[in-house]
């Protein structure tokens, strides 16, 4: 278990209701720091915000404002965001306003607040179709859809306040996030990411699975991705908060390097859950790209993370697991 200095800290981790953020917010907690969680509602759920950590409900640029004017506090994770690529892409007044608007607010109210921290939910997005893969931090930047935009769009502005202002920036740029920890996973009114709709046939409360393309240039045809376990995502969080420095903003990729394919994916699935778990093939969905895997050395050699559940099995037993708890769970 990694700790981030050594020095118990007080965070504000905004989103922290949600999947990525409440798993973010516990391992915060076992290391010993002192977190608040800030989130709307909107998608996350409270029951998701770990024990020890105190929810405050409201907006992650107005709340977090309000509660630094109340106290000091080491630093902010923003992990408040819309993030839903379609959608983007139909509203994506909802995604420059929801993300880029209240971000921009948020590192206002840090600086008006002295808050000295940001690590920042970055996406593999911000890359577009990749020249190269593994993709490393160097690669050109060019989203293809608007969440990615959104997302380089504050990795720009986090640059200009840590050069102008001396805020410890790291942006963490995540490719494919799975798996759960413990009671933390992933659980979406609106569910469209590949492991949680395949597990979702497992459950019977999907009668199939669609491939969303059989026609990319890979070696079974459908695209792949990096998948990453949401655990050895956090811990990168934590290790980031000790590497900020004042003035500098770092950016990190985080995938294990090595690609799946659709179909390799409903194939794990399928042995993890024992269930035949029907697939069809249909269109593309636009924007995706054939290939994203994460050449992640930076994080390795500067923050000293090492991924150590890399193996999709076991990302997918404990998909799997969280999904029949969940299940169980409902009325
Ligand atoms: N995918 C699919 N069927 C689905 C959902 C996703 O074939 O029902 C594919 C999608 O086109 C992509 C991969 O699975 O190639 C991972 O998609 P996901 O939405 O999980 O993550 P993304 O890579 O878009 O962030």
């Not at 700790?3 to 981790?13: D, E, M, R």
């Not at 989103?15 to 798993?23: F, K, L, Q, R």
């Not at 209240?102 to 808050?115: F, Q, S, V």
């Amino acid at each position: 278990m990694p700790t981030s200095s050594g020095k118990a800290l007080k965070l504000i981790v905004t989103g922290g209701a949600g999947y990525v953020g409440s798993v973010c917010a516990a391992r915060l907690l076992e290391a010993g720091h002192e977190v608040v969680v800030v989130d709307d509602l909107s998608t996350g759920h409270a029951d998701a915000v770990p024990e020890g950590a105190r929810l405050v409900e409201g907006d992650a640029a107005d709340a977090t404002a309000a509660t630094l004017r109340k106290g000091a506090f080491d630093g902010v994770l923003h992990f408040a965001a819309k993030s839903l690529v379609g959608e983007s892409m139909q509203d994506p007044g909802k995604y420059w306003r929801g993300n880029v608007f209240t971000a921009i607010r948020l590192l206002d109210a840090m600086r008006e607040h002295g808050a000295p921290r940001l690590v920042f939910s970055s996406t593999a997005a911000t890359y577009g179709e990749p020249e190269k893969s593994p993709i490393p931090e160097t690669a050109p930047t060019r989203p293809t859809n608007t969440y990615g935009a959104t997302k380089l769009a504050i990795d720009h502005a986090i640059t200009s306040y840590a050069n102008a202002h001396g805020l410890a920036a790291v942006s963490l740029r995540y490719f494919n996030v799975a798996g759960a920890y413990g009671r933390y996973g992933e659980r979406h009114a609106t569910e469209t990411h590949l492991i949680p709709i395949v597990l979702q046939v497992a459950t019977g409360d999907r009668a199939q699975v669609q491939i969303y393309g059989d026609d990319y240039p890979t070696e079974d045809r459908t695209a792949i991705r990096d998948y990453i376990h949401v655990t050895d995502l956090a811990d990168a969080h934590l290790l980031a908060l000790g590497r900020a420095k004042p003035g500098e903003h770092l950016i990190y990729n985080l995938g294990n390097g090595t690609g799946f394919s659709v179909r390799q994916v409903i194939e794990t699935c399928r042995e993890v859950t024992g269930h035949a778990i029907p697939a069809v093939v249909a269109p593309r969905r636009a924007g995706d790209p054939a290939i994203l895997v994460a050449a992640s050395d930076k994080a390795r050699e500067e923050l000293g993370w090492k991924p150590e559940r890399a193996d999709l099995h076991g990302i997918v037993t404990d998909a799997w697991r969280f999904t029949r708890e969940l299940t169980a769970r409902q009325p």
